[in-house]
């Protein structure tokens, strides 16, 4: 069965500073997919990034960046010198091959980032 | 153009109304979902349509019916709702096939008094 785990409730920093969101997985296929979505208070989803099970490279796309390590089931994200518009709930996701397998999300995490 | 919308934004309606939610995109898309989230929560999948044909269904109450009319558009139809179905409920279009990332609307809130 597929899982994700989002350990972190709820985060609060003080704008410019670095904070990372965890998210550890379970899943007993070798095809499988990561994503992370942001929900900002107006309550759409917002796409981050898709990452496949075949691919471990890290990714940067400007102040975020993304830590998959297939050992520890893990896919964290980064956010460097967070600002107040990074305030949002954050979701992990995982979806197994094949077919259109539904996104199985974690709980969430809500940062908030103070000025 | 990565854009789904979603109509109403907001909806109030009583125990014995029959109301629709309506969703629509234009990426070429040919799966797309409903989502029903309750506050503080992450999206619940209700259903999945396929190439304009339902595919999954999570055992969603009969209250709730979906229609994928063409590939562009799907609407939710909602006849004597409980207060417990009062929620923020979500589409998503992507492509079909395996590990394609999802877009999501706005969300219709809906209140059922």
Sequence with gaps: AQKVTQAQTEISVVEKEDVTLDCVYETRDTTYYLFWYK????????FLIRRNSFDEQNEISG???WNFQKSTS????????????????YFCALSESPGNTPLVF???TRLSVIA | DTEVTQTPKHL???MTNKKSLKCEQHMGHRAMYWYKQKAKK?????FVYSYEKLSINESVPSRFS??????SLLNLHLHALQPEDSALYLCASSHPGQGYEQYFGPGTRLTVT
């Design chain 2, 12 to 14: 109030v309606m009583g």
């Design chain 1, 63 to 65: 102040r975020y960046s």
């Design chain 1, 106 to 108: 974690g709980k969430g």
């Design chain 1, 39 to 46: 929900q900002p208070p107006s309550g759409e989803l917002v």
């Design chain 2, 42 to 46: 992450p999206p619940e999948l209700m």
């Design chain 1, 74 to 89: 893990s896919f964290n994200f980064t956010i460097t010198a967070s600002q107040v518009v990074d305030s949002a709930v």
């Design chain 2, 66 to 71: 979906p229609e994928c009319p063409n590939s």
